[in-house]
């Protein structure tokens, strides 16, 4: 039966396309609230106490992580409800199945995910000054974000790279590896806190490996990492924008999922040209993305153009130039982008369903 219309409306409303799309929206504020709680579970060491232990009830849980029992019990409640947890009524005990503590509780995991909760509910509780970016047409540059998008961004990036960096994506370029294995210069652009420049520097121990980004807070978090990770003699980070980072001489310069934050990536890539050694390589990591905005309509494709939205273009919106390229940028616009810096080689070295991995070079 239709509905009373107003003027703007259609002639005729589905009603069962309106409850049916009710019904998502409703999953929807079930997620978006899940994330907080995800997070809490990840900070509080939650997930990590119920990692293997079996059934467990919430006095037991809560005793192990010295949290309140009360508050507990809902966490745990809205965790079943969601299917995160299993919950037996006889004994009222959870479950945290194996298969989810690899992407809940074990932080060595390739599938581990509350960095990217972290990241994702910080970006969003910046919304206010990203509604009136929207109004103003400014940006709202990286630096200008809570902790939580610095760390929860490394935390979820990192164990991709530490799945693929070293062991597919390093050797899938043409004579890097050997030239790092014999002590060759790297530069880390855009580094954030360091979890690509280390991986690199306890990989190819003969290498030098500094890593380069504007934001000081996230250097000096690199530097205590570096430090953490034994590898502080031979791994070191500066503060300098990728348009004017020092050195030369570079067997490979790398940038993880910041090229299309840049303002201006061109100049970005021209300066990229400059710095490189004879022969050197530019790998270029960037978020999976199709050429056609309709082909990135799927799941994944969402998750890069909401931290687009609150990420990504708002930080290039912010410098200099403001090309504003997005998450989604695709092959094609960012083949244009290197070409235009200079460089007259470029090919897709390796994927994953998450990134696309480039080789560039002069």
């Known amino acids: 039966m239709a509905t009373q219309l107003t003027q703007d409306q259609p002639a005729q409303i589905d009603e069962q396309k309106v409850v049916a799309f009710v019904h998502q929206a409703l999953g929807e504020l079930g997620a978006t609230l899940n994330a907080a709680l995800v997070v809490i579970g990840d900070q509080l060491g939650l997930y990590a106490a119920m990692a293997g232990a079996g059934p467990i009830t919430a006095a037991e849980l809560a005793e192990r992580t010295g949290t309140s029992e009360r508050y507990v019990r809902e966490w745990l409640n809205a965790q079943a409800a969601g299917g995160y947890v299993t919950y037996e009524p006889d004994g009222e005990r959870y479950t945290l199945p194996a298969e989810h503590a690899m992407v809940l509780a074990d932080e060595a995991s390739p599938w581990f995910m509350p960095g990217a909760f972290q990241l994702m509910t910080a970006s ?11 109004r ?19 935390r979820f990036f990192r164990p ?8 597919e994506w390093i050797p899938a370029l043409e004579g890097v590896e050997a030239k ?17 420049t280390i991986l690199m520097a306890q990989t190819y121990p003969d290498a030098t490996v ?13 530097r205590e990492r570096a430090r953490a990770a034994g590898v502080a003699d031979r791994v070191t980070f ?4 990728a348009s004017t980072y020092p050195g030369g001489g570079y067997d490979l310069v790398t940038t993880f999922d910041c ?13 990229v040209r400059s710095t490189l050694a004879d022969g050197g390589t530019w790998m270029i990591v960037e978020p999976f993305a199709n050429d056609r905005t309709e082909d990135n309509l ?41 070409t235009a810096g200079g460089l007259t080689h470029f090919r897709r070295a390796a994927e994953t369903p998450f990134n696309l991995v480039f080789e560039a070079r002069a």
């Open 124 to 134: 969003a509780g910046d919304h206010a000054q990203i509604a009136e970016a929207f």
């Open 136 to 154: 103003s047409g400014a940006g709202v540059g990286w630096h200008e974000h809570s902790h939580g998008v610095f760390e929860g961004c490394e």
């Open 160 to 167: 991709g790279y530490a799945a693929h960096l070293c062991t």
């Open 180 to 196: 790092l294995r014999d002590g060759g210069r790297v530069a880390d652009v855009g580094c954030g806190h360091g979890a690509s």
């Open 210 to 222: 500094t890593g380069f980004d504007y934001h000081d807070g996230s250097i000096a978090v690199a």
């Open 238 to 241: 500066e503060v300098a924008p």
């Open 259 to 271: 090229l299309h934050d840049m303002g201006d990536p061109v100049g970005a890539a021209r300066h």
């Open 298 to 338: 799927n799941p994944i494709g969402r998750i890069y153009y909401a931290a687009s939205t609150l990420l990504c273009t708002p930080a290039s919106l912010s410098q200099e130039v403001g090309l504003a390229l997005g998450a989604q940028a695709g092959e094609t616009r960012l083949r244009d982008v290197v």
